[in-house]
């Protein structure tokens, strides 16, 4: 790199957007230039790319979400100028930590449906495959989460406001999206998404609402300031905030006026491409796209895209049909009911009536089908794309999709044994399984840099960074103590990191020494944190009572976590965290033993520092309920150690490292329906020691929720049900023994360091298989059918 002339770049960026020099301009200020000029090295072969794929095959990802993270780290590594412009920031007075924190994580995702999407695009560039991601430009993304009284508040995440360097817009691309009650401009802003070691640089579209009239002038000079900019804001709320609180109906009519947006713009601008480049004739339209569908958020494609070849190019109901059922793949990521989306058809008929008219015919085609293969009535009812008033998205993208996986072996298998059962007695060939996985440029080179540097040292190469099977070479260096030391080593340097960022974002400081034992998901009864508190309550309880049964390390216990809105014993869960942390923290007796944080606002740029400096993983879902996961195949990348139930990709990794690396407890799949049949949650309280402690320090008075009934609502949760669920659904109570051993087994095992060290070496070296890059290559061999397209200069 001449640096002469990058700095040449980097002041014209900063006179033209700033009217700056160097001296003048502030840190973010800096950022930006900065930002700009990668953007313009990134821009020659993001075009040449753009055109080399146009040629053949291409595919599209569409989803919800892309939880991307910062992008201007993770570019100059691809570029392979990561160190020679970490010397020009230093000399000119810099420090390049602090520069990369003025970016702000883009608010495009919330959990790992976004987080996959994102790992999948940096795959398909790294691996140079003709892959398009395509979503959604939301202003303010989830939301901003801020802890008040214990309390979750929720705030707009206000990314954008001041522009995001990583991003342009194609106004040249607009499209037109119509509903019923009105039109709306659909604007794509384009993000370069850079592979490893390829010139290849792929693209991630991305919509935003705009109104096809800005403001009614007449009502603003009549002086009705309000109502001329109603229809304005009306349209901007579609591309407002991820995932709209959809607990009223109004919510729920935004929800599906959100999806149809991204969908229908894309479809448009990927047909009128076809149409530019073959004609009318869209016998093969299928041969050039591919649309795989992340989860059921863009299974509106379906209906719209039917529309467009039926409506707008002349195609008969029977060609639109077989070109649809060849064209769309879909990703299933549950089984809970209620994540498999439906939506009232009158919701339908009032946004797109034209759209309801489709699935109608579309459901009506499958009864009859159904009906022809031998299943009675009640029996097409059941899973048919509308029924009990409502389109059922899981069953419309089952019935019309040619592929459709699950995200880990043993999701993909209970799929076809529940949900979606009878479409596999129907069509077994449709289903398959692509195990999730994580890109291991930022999951390990760029967030875990010294960790980075001891594997390429050893290999002699960073070949590894392509082909994470390679590390399966180092397996030998596991007796090998001065290794396994400097193992050691590294994660306490990453320990120190986080610590430094704990102390400043949450004002408490922790202690390298401790066991760093962490849960970081999104908040959902399922993944159980409150199994996680209850076990802390009980150390806690015991360590209070008699302070010798504190024989173990001392534990830093690290929760980050973001509640829906609108989902109350989730935001209880919170409250209950943050008031143990709260307990325990001030409490001399026990924190120098034990301690509580509560991180919050997790997101992309923090796990960043927290997958490296984590001892111990929690992956301790009720068994049968993640469909995979991939914060567990983070950590086992930096070291970590799961603890966790058999749920999941857990399984997998368990298959790959043995009982003897990992932590795990609970009944299997298999027992789990007899095991619920005679479970009795009451028996587990009162009989389980110190299990009655834990859960009634709920409704003791030991610890508050403000009145606001939220620790009454869990306690009951657990011990009473409700007249539509039964107590303790999530078997919280059922497996609180078994996660206690577990995790003190774990606690005590890290005592000795160097088979700790070892057994954290096994996870690392045979980490390979957990790469996105074995799941994309998965992906575009059995339902994509494309080959790389490798940019030549």
Request: with cysteine.
């Amino acid at each position: 790199m001449d640096k002469d002339k990058f700095k040449e770049h980097m002041l014209s960026h900063l006179h033209s957007e700033f009217g700056k020099s160097f001296e003048k301009a502030s840190e973010y200020e800096f950022y930006q230039a900065l930002s700009r000029t990668v953007m313009e090295a990134l821009t020659p072969n993001w075009e040449r790319t753009r055109e080399a794929y146009s040629e053949g095959r291409q595919v599209h990802y569409f989803s919800a979400e892309f939880l991307v993270g910062r992008s201007l780290e993770n570019n100059l590594i691809n570029l392979g100028i990561l160190e020679p412009v970490k010397e020009l920031v230093e000399e000119m007075g810099h420090d390049f930590n602090s520069l990369l924190e003025e970016e702000r994580d883009p608010g495009l995702g919330n959990g790992g449906l976004g987080r996959l999407a994102a790992c999948f695009m940096d795959s398909s560039a790294t691996k140079d495959l003709p892959v398009v991601g395509h979503g959604l430009l939301y202003r303010y993304g989830l939301f901003r989460q801020e802890i008040e009284n214990g309390f979750q508040k929720e705030y707009p995440d206000s990314w954008m406001e001041w522009g995001y360097p990583f991003i342009v817009p194609r106004r040249e691309d607009t499209m037109l999206v119509h509903y019923d009650d009105m039109d709306v401009y659909a604007v794509p802003y384009d993000m370069p998404i850079s592979g490893y070691d390829t010139n290849n640089v792929n693209t991630l579209r991305l919509w935003r609402a705009e109104p096809a009239e800005e403001f009614d002038f007449n009502l603003f000079n009549s002086q009705r300031f309000d109502d001329a900019v109603i229809e304005r804001n009306r349209v901007q709320d579609i591309t407002r905030v991820l995932y709209p609180n959809d607990t009223s109906y109004d919510g729920k009519v935004l929800r599906v006026r959100q999806q149809y947006f991204f969908v229908s713009a894309s479809l448009q601008v990927i047909v009128r491409n076809y149409r530019e480049k073959y004609g009318s004739d869209f016998s093969r339209f299928a041969e050039h796209n591919r649309i795989q569908l992340n989860d059921t958020h863009p299974v509106l494609a379906i209906p719209e895209l039917m529309r467009l070849l039926i409506d707008e190019n002349k195609q008969s109901w029977e060609e639109a049909w077989n070109i649809t059922c060849n064209t769309f793949a879909f990703t299933n990521h549950t089984i809970m009911s209620e994540a498999l989306e439906t939506w009232n058809v009158e919701i339908f008929r009032y946004l797109f009536p034209r759209i309801l008219t489709i699935v109608e015919q579309i459901d009506e085609q499958f009864e009859e089908e159904m009906a022809g293969k031998g299943l009675n009535q009640q029996e097409v009812d059941q899973i048919s794309p509308i029924h009990d008033g409502k389109v059922h998205m899981a069953y419309l993208a089952a019935y019309a999709c040619f592929s459709i996986n699950g995200v880990a072996q043993i999701h993909s298998n209970l799929i076809k044994d529940t949900v979606f059962k009878p479409f596999y007695d129907n069509a077994p060939e449709k289903f398959n399984n692509k195990t999730n996985g994580v890109t291991p440029r930022r999951w390990l080179k760029v967030c875990n840099p010294e960790l980075s540097d001891l594997l390429t040292e050893l290999l002699g190469s960073d070949r590894w960074v392509r082909d994470m099977n390679m590390l399966r070479d180092l397996e030998s260096y596991v007796d090998d103590t001065t290794v396994m030391r400097r193992l050691l080593e590294i994660k306490d340097a990453n320990k120190e990191r986080l610590i430094s960022h704990i102390q400043r974002q949450e004002g408490i400081n922790l202690d390298s020494k401790f066991i760093f034992d962490v849960q970081i998901k999104r908040l959902h009864e399922y993944k159980r944190q409150l199994l996680n508190a209850l076990e802390i309550v009980d150390r806690y309880f015991q360590i209070k009572e008699n302070p010798k049964a504190a024989t173990g390390p001392a534990v830093a216990y690290i929760v980050g976590a973001k509640a829906a809105p609108g989902y109350f014993n989730a935001k209880a869960i919170i409250k209950f965290i943050n008031e143990i942390a709260k307990l325990i923290n001030s409490d001399s007796d026990v924190n120098e033993h034990m301690q509580v944080v509560f991180l919050h606002n997790y997101n992309v740029s923090y796990a960043e520092k927290i997958f490296p400096a984590a001892d111990i993983s929690e992956q301790i879902s009720t068994v049968g309920m993640e469909a995979s996961g991939t914060g567990n195949m983070k950590f086992m990348m930096n070291g970590a150690l799961t603890l966790g139930t058999y749920d999941g990709a857990n399984l997998e990794i368990l298959s790959e490292v043995g009982e003897e690396n990992s932590f795990m407890f609970g009944t299997k799949l298999e027992d789990f329906p007899e095991t619920k049949a005679y479970y009795n949650a009451h028996w587990q309280y009162k009989n389980i020691p110190g299990l009655k402690r834990a859960v009634d320090i709920l409704v003791d008075g030991t610890i508050t929720d403000s009145n606001t009934g939220m620790f009454k609502a869990i306690h009951d949760s657990l011990l009473r049900g409700t007249s539509s669920e039964m107590s303790d659904p999530y078997y919280v109570l059922g497996d609180f023994d078994d996660f206690r051993n577990a995790r003190q087994l774990a606690h005590e095992s890290y005592n000795n360091s160097i088979r700790w060290a070892q057994m954290c070496w096994i996870n690392i070296c045979r980490s390979g298989r957990f790469s996105s890059d074995r799941t994309i290559s998965d992906y575009s061999q059995d339902i994509w059918k494309i080959t790389e397209n490798k940019l030549i200069i």
